[in-house]
């Protein structure tokens, strides 16, 4: 849940001075603080014309300074922005701008600064840079950047190998991130990975990445809740240990393997039953006449050997096939996906 759920958008308090010693209660005195309509009423007045936010009318709220740097170029209205620079994620000194790259970056943001101050958001008059943090929403669309890091994600064992000096390599990237964020599509939703397919001179094995790397055949996919991955985790139920970020579970060779499973099973259980049968049938002559216990016996020896025991070896074959085929790491039919992750 969030901090401050039902924190107002307008709030008096916030029109404090960026540099006030009480920043509780602000201070007031001295700073202009547009009136709301409630406001006008409460003191008498008549209000002929919406005003103050309703009815889509301006939106009192603190005035916020974006410190742009120099090669960005900025539209902004209120606190929505569009801001057309260099991969910058928090000061002039942060990302591939900061080294001189070529990293041409689009960075749409509403809301800066917007759970600063414990969540109360900015202060009239704050000066404010990029934070990937405070900031309310934003996508962010980069040449050359360095995501998982800019943006605090977890790396994960599928993801590429840091470079010569240990970081994670910059790469064109596209981020969203808000409180929600919604992918809709009527007709279907794909997320896909990869090159394009069967586009001349462009196909898995002809498209490389913005930097001319090339693509693996299958890159992964994770779906990372809680922005855990290689942290291990404790079950203490099952006194085992466990990677938070594991591979899906496919859905059709999960059913076949639990079909097969479910004939071994049969198998085994068909063994007990005629192992069962043969008992009650071999102690039904013992105990009608005891001196014939031996051909009794003798009996019972051989009928087990050709229902039960050379049964068993055949189900035991199965269940070691069937190891091989479903649950081992290089299974051809393995019942997890190589490529796709979650936790």
């Known amino acids: 849940m969030a901090k401050n759920p039902d924190r107002k958008l307008y709030d008096k308090k916030r029109f404090e001075r960026c540099d006030s010693t009480d920043t509780d209660k602000g201070d007031l005195e001295d700073i202009d603080v547009p009136p709301t309509v409630q406001d006008l009423l409460d003191t008498g007045k008549r209000v002929n014309k919406a005003q103050g936010g309703i009815m ?10 974006f410190n742009a740097a120099q090669n960005e170029k900025v539209m902004a209205h209120g606190n929505a922005y569009i801001v057309f620079g260099a991969d910058r994620p928090s000061t002039e000194a942060s990302g591939q701008g900061a080294v001189g790259a070529d990293a041409p970056t689009i960075d749409l943001v509403v809301g800066r600064a917007a759970s600063s101050h414990g969540g109360k958001g900015p202060c009239d008059g704050m000066f404010v840079g990029n934070s990937m943090f405070a900031d309310a929403a ?13 943006f605090g994600i977890t790396r994960t064992p599928t993801d590429e190998a840091v470079d010569k000096d240990g970081n994670e390599p910059q ?37 490389t990445d913005s930097f001319g790397g090339k693509l693996m055949p299958a890159p992964s996919i994770d779906l990372i809740a809680g922005n855990l991955s290689n942290t291990q985790r404790w079950i203490s139920l099952w006194g085992k240990e466990e990677s938070y970020l594991q591979p899906i579970a496919l859905g059709y060779r999960t059913r076949d393997a639990l079909d097969e499973l ?39 020896a051989t ?17 070691t096939e069937f190891n091989g085929k479903y649950l081992l790491p290089e299974a051809p039919r393995a019942v997890w996906s190589k490529n796709v992750n979650a936790t």
Do not use: W
């Open 138 to 150: 934003r996508i962010y669309i980069s040449r050359s950047t360095r995501v998982d890091k800019n």
């Open 303 to 319: 009928a087990r050997m050709n229902f039960v025991s050379s049964p068993s070896y055949n189900v035991r074959t199965s269940m």
């Open 262 to 300: 479910a004939v071994i099973v049969d198998h085994i259980l068909g063994l007990v039953f005629q192992s069962e049968l043969l008992t009650s049938t071999c102690f039904s002559a013992m105990g009608a006449v005891l001196s014939p216990l031996s051909a009794a016996t003798g009996a019972d």
């Open 56 to 65: 889509n009318t301006p939106v009192a709220s603190p005035f916020v300074t």
């Open 171 to 207: 790469r064109s990237a596209i981020a969203l991130k808000a409180d929600k964020v919604r992918i809709i599509g009527r007709s279907g939703v794909k997320i896909v990975t990869g090159g394009a397919l069967d586009i001349k001179g462009y196909d898995y094995r002809g498209e």
